[in-house]
């Protein structure tokens, strides 16, 4: 089992740039693939990016390709999210997840409470 722990949203100008952290405790975070996921009001939670878990593959939405970037470090048991050129339909919840690659996709496990990311126009 895991617990996350999802942090670094904020409130930023269109076009600006944040960085996501999610914390995991527990020993086998290195077995896990790691995925963010985000609701924004009135929609359903939507996949945005995901990492195996040595690091090596990543999977992104279409939304998210070319302007998110996922990465982790496994000795600090952290996941990242990198995200630039923020617009406002980025405004969301964003959530990290932990399960296998299989269940991350469908219907994760372990998930963090949530970091609010809200983009002005």
């Known amino acids: 089992q895991v617990q996350l722990v999802d942090s670094g949203g904020g409130l930023v100008q269109a076009g600006g740039s944040l960085r996501l952290s999610c914390a995991a405790s527990?020993?086998?975070?290195?077995?896990?693939?790691m995925g963010w996921f985000r609701q924004a009001p009135g929609k359903e939670r939507e996949f945005v990016a995901a990492?195996?878990?040595?690091?090596?593959?990543?999977y992104y939405a279409d939304s998210a390709k070319g302007r998110f970037t996922i990465s982790r470090d496994n000795a600090q048991n952290t996941v990242y999210l990198q995200m630039n050129s923020l617009k406002p339909d980025d405004t969301a919840v964003y959530y990290c997840?932990?399960?296998?690659?299989?269940?991350?996709?469908?219907?994760?496990?372990?998930w963090g409470q949530g970091t609010q990311v809200t983009v002005s126009s």
């Open positions: 990492i195996s878990p040595g690091g090596s593959a990543t």
């Open positions: 527990g020993r086998t975070f290195n077995s896990y693939s």
């Open positions: 997840a932990a399960d296998s690659l299989a269940l991350l996709l469908r219907r994760p496990r372990y």
